[in-house]
């Protein structure tokens, strides 16, 4: 008689009575029927776990459509290595004593299905890992051990709750990346894949990472649960998996746990530093913390009518916890934000002032109990009003709270080209980059300034025309661009940009701009030193703007 095997990982529900069934189970029995006589098929889940591990070859099937499963499912057709002396014995034992040992690699077989289920239980997400011949990455590796953390899967099965597990994967990056010791991706660049199929080892190639964070969070009512797991993507192997049940009492304990192991799994020390950074939460108030993350979910859509929303869960994540120093922090930079896009009138203010004065008003409350984003807001507002050198202590006490912030960074990039120190600004953003590779437009605007500082115009006018091109309404690049150009002599694409500029303003998009004048742009451009300054105003008269 000879038997054929299937394996799969995968989900699986245990009845009263011990007796386990679900989509793991069914694929199971599938990829038994795909299989040889006296042969082994196994599932692209198990191939990727035990690539590697076991002296065997496996042979792709490619996908095959099985009965009662949605998705079809990639197989893998297992052989014995003939160089491994030790497998092949094993495997003539087996055919010289067929009653006895069939029995045996029947009953391992069930165990291997059983822990296959239990591992997928303990971590109920589909990880698609590609294992092919070594590649090289497309960013070289940092010296320190570095990491991407995936968003999370909301397994709650409600919609509403995909704010509660966006929010618990974006405080684990921030966690992570207070440790000096790692090097974290940018929360910007690894929700580029929310949603999408995931080849753990190209995102880690795209990102320029070793080691990949993701997992899922389940809640039900008060109840959590977190599944989390670490691959070393330069090999596909599972570092750890584990399971975190809590309740909304205990959640930031909850994050404290994924966050040590991680750190322990990389083999990184904490520093004292570290460890008060990491245990810095701003808050012992759980309702607060889940009112703050609404707000955050909409401050991130960064649209007039999410900032309307933010401010309305953000001062009320402030009246649950009046102490709570991220809620002021947030409502600052959402006010300011306000103020420097012209959204005033958007968010029911009779006067464009009115946003500054509401963004002072609470960033005073947030540096009670500073956050890395207070320090950045205080740093934009202070150089604002011409304030460089305590501008650019407020941006250096953002890093210090979070090595790994790539937008603290570019905060001190901005004082930099503006004091003058257009050298050490280029640099720090192309840190950034480095932490952030799927940047926002305005990291471009950040490269133009630099670029613009350091009188090299061509490669200033090129990143600001990046800028624009990915975001119409990028104000900040429009008129910096139209300085370069003038400096430039390139009066037909200014005149063109000008133009373009005045005929969105004149059909009301968008609404409330300051005047398209020297003088009014110029306002918005804090440089520190004369030279700069009148350098800047020169470009732009000689793009054709009005005094």
Same mark, same amino acid.
């Given at each position: 008689?000879?038997?054929? +095997? !299937?394996? =799969?990982? &995968?989900?699986?529900?245990?009845?009263?009575?011990?007796?386990?069934?679900?989509?793991?189970?069914?694929?199971?029995?599938?990829?038994?029927?795909?299989?040889?006589?006296?042969?082994i098929t196994v599932s692209e889940a198990v191939r990727g776990l035990l690539r590697g591990k076991v002296s065997a070859i496996f042979e792709d099937q490619g996908e095959q459509t099985v009965k009662n499963i949605p998705e079809p499912v990639r197989a893998y057709a297992? @052989?014995?290595?003939?160089?491994?002396?030790?497998?092949?014995?094993?495997?003539?034992?087996?055919?010289?004593?067929?009653?006895?040992?069939?029995?045996?690699?029947?009953?391992?077989?069930?165990?291997?299905?059983?822990?296959?289920?239990?591992?997928? *239980?303990l971590a109920p997400w589909r990880s698609k890992v590609e294992r092919g011949p070594e590649a090289q990455t497309a960013l070289s590796?940092?010296?320190?051990?570095?990491?991407?953390?995936?968003?999370?899967?909301?397994?709650?099965?409600?919609?509403?709750?995909?704010?509660?597990?966006?929010?618990?994967?974006?405080?684990? +990056?921030?966690?992570?990346?207070?440790?000096?010791?790692?090097?974290?991706?940018? @929360?910007?660049?690894?929700?580029?894949?929310? !949603?999408?199929?995931?080849?753990?080892?190209?995102?880690?190639?795209?990102?320029?990472v070793r080691y990949v964070l993701e997992g899922s969070v389940r809640r039900s009512g008060a109840e959590i649960r977190v599944n989390a797991q670490l691959i070393d993507a330069t090999t596909g192997g599972h570092l750890w998996a584990d399971r975190y049940d809590g309740d909304m009492k205990n959640v930031f304990g909850l994050q404290d746990k994924v966050t040590r192991n991680v750190v322990t799994a990389l083999a990184v020390e904490l520093t004292k530093d570290d460890r008060e950074r990491v245990a810095r939460r701003g808050t012992e108030n759980a309702q607060a913390y889940d009112v703050f993350l609404k707000g955050w979910q =909409?401050?991130?859509?960064?649209?007039?009518?999410?900032?309307?929303?933010?401010i309305v869960q953000f001062k009320k994540s402030a009246e649950l916890d009046p102490k709570y120093g991220r809620a002021y922090a947030a409502l600052a930079a959402t006010y300011w934000e306000t103020y420097t896009r012209? *959204?005033?009138?958007?968010?029911?203010?009779? @006067?464009?002032?009115?946003?500054?004065? =509401?963004?002072?008003?609470?960033?005073?409350?947030a540096l009670r109990d500073p956050t890395p984003l207070a320090h950045q807001v205080a740093s934009a507002i202070l150089l604002h009003a011409q304030h460089h050198d305590e501008a650019i202590a407020e941006a250096k006490r953002a890093i210090a709270g979070d090595p790994n912030d790539a937008d603290g960074y570019v905060a001190l990039a901005n004082v930099l080209s503006f004091s003058g120190g257009t050298k050490e600004a280029l640099e720090l953003v192309e840190r950034a980059i480095r932490l952030n590779p799927n940047y926002p437009p305005h990291y471009l605007y950040q490269l133009g300034l630099a670029w613009?500082?350091?009188?090299?115009?061509?490669?200033?006018?090129?990143?600001?025309?990046?800028?624009?091109?990915?975001?119409?309404?990028?104000? *900040?690049?429009?008129?910096?661009?139209?300085?370069?150009?003038?400096?430039? &002599?390139?009066?037909?694409?200014?005149?063109?940009?000008?133009?373009?500029?005045?005929?969105?303003?004149?059909? !009301?998009?968008?609404?409330?701009?300051?005047?398209?004048?020297?003088?009014?742009?110029?306002f918005w451009h804090p440089f520190a030193n004369r030279a700069d300054a009148e350098r800047f105003a020169d470009g732009l008269r000689k793009a054709g703007v009005p005094e």
């Open positions: 008689m000879r038997f054929r +095997i !299937g394996v =799969h990982l &995968g989900d699986v529900i245990e009845k009263g009575d011990g007796t386990v069934y679900g989509d793991g189970v069914n694929i199971a029995a599938r990829l038994e029927g795909l299989a040889q006589p006296g042969g297992v @052989r014995l290595n003939p160089e491994d002396k030790s497998f092949a014995t094993v495997a003539l034992a087996i055919q010289r004593r067929p009653t006895r040992h069939l029995a045996m690699v029947a009953t391992a077989s069930a165990a291997l299905v059983i822990v296959a289920g239990v591992i997928m *239980w590796l940092p010296s320190k051990p570095s990491i991407a953390v995936l968003p999370f899967e909301n397994m709650s099965g409600d919609p509403e709750q995909v704010y509660f597990a966006d929010g618990m994967t974006e405080d684990l +990056i921030t966690d992570l990346s207070k440790v000096a010791g790692l090097f974290v991706i940018a @929360r910007n660049s690894t929700f580029a894949y929310k !949603g999408k199929s995931r080849d753990v080892r190209e995102i880690a190639k795209t990102l320029g =909409h401050y991130l859509r960064q649209t007039p009518e999410d900032f309307r929303a933010a012209y *959204w005033g009138l958007a968010l029911g203010f009779s @006067r464009p002032h009115d946003a500054r004065v =509401h963004a002072e008003q609470f960033l005073e409350k613009f500082g350091m009188k090299r115009l061509d490669e200033a006018a090129t990143s600001l025309e990046r800028a624009i091109a990915l975001n119409r309404d990028d104000h *900040w690049s429009q008129r910096l661009l139209l300085a370069t150009y003038g400096l430039l &002599g390139r009066r037909v694409d200014a005149a063109k940009l000008l133009d373009a500029i005045k005929g969105r303003e004149q059909r !009301g998009l968008p609404a409330s701009r300051d005047p398209l004048t020297v003088t009014a742009i110029t």
